[in-house]
């Protein structure tokens, strides 16, 4: 079946410093991923997608490229700020027809001033 | 455009007990699916809604069922309340299974806690 693995966290990052949180992914076929965020107290969203090898997922300074080869699909931001503070998952799909959304753990990243 | 909403969103039962938790969707959304998240499990799938029909099931017993109105709004129903059920429910809407690559947009959660 689909999993997702995600980098344990807590990250402790210190603000502008360079944020990776690492994604690798076992599927079928060719899925569709996600990464989706998680502020505290609120539900997830949507932060980017690829839905095709080589695709880069951008959004709000963060940018994550689906790479078949080593099945990853890493998210990165240059220069992450305090307001950046949440849990990140990353996710997969398989395209088409009723296939539930696979999650990774969560990985909860902390930017202090 | 009214995002997902959820109610209630805390809820405190004792074992036992039964719950019913609601999920209206985005206008426009047809498909509706039910997360459980819990700090050692993590978000587990639970079930899926399209059309008023349950398209797809995670691994969770019989007490957790869930139905859809001919409006895409969603119930889940919780009988038989154990402590282990205590964990934030999470619905989520997206335009149908398949299209918009899955792009699911979630509700703020219901927190519901067992005593």
């Known amino acids: 079946g689909n999993s997702v693995t995600q980098m344990e966290g807590p990250v402790t990052l210190s603000e502008e410093a360079f944020l990776t949180i690492n994604c690798t992914y076992t599927a079928t076929g060719y899925p569709s991923l996600f990464w989706y965020v998680q502020y505290p107290g609120e539900g997830l969203q949507l932060l980017l997608k690829?839905?095709?090898?080589?695709d880069k997922g951008s959004n709000k300074g963060f940018e994550a490229t689906y790479r078949k080869e080593t099945t990853s699909f890493h998210l990165e931001k240059g220069s992450v700020q305090v307001s950046d503070s949440a849990v990140y998952f990353c996710a997969l799909a398989n395209s088409g027809g009723y296939q539930k959304v696979t999650f990774g753990t969560g990985t909860k990243l902390q930017v202090i001033p | 455009k009214a995002g997902v909403t959820q109610t209630p969103r805390y809820l405190i039962k004792t074992r036992g007990q039964q719950v019913t938790l609601s999920c209206s969707p985005i206008s426009g959304h047809r498909s509706v699916s039910w997360y459980q998240q819990t700090p050692g499990q993590g978000l587990q799938f639970l079930f899926e809604?399209?059309?008023?029909?349950?398209?797809n099931k995670g691994n969770f017993p019989g007490r957790f069922s869930g139905r859809q109105f001919s409006n895409s709004r969603s119930e889940m129903n919780v009988s038989t309340l154990e402590l282990g059920d205590s964990a934030l429910y999470l619905c989520?809407?997206?335009?149908?299974?398949?299209?918009?690559?899955?792009?699911?947009?979630f509700g703020p959660g219901t927190r519901l806690t067992v005593t």
């Open positions: 809604y399209f059309s008023e029909t349950q398209r």
């Open positions: 989520a809407s997206s335009l149908a299974p398949g299209q918009g690559a899955h792009e699911q947009y």
């Open positions: 690829a839905t095709k090898a080589d």
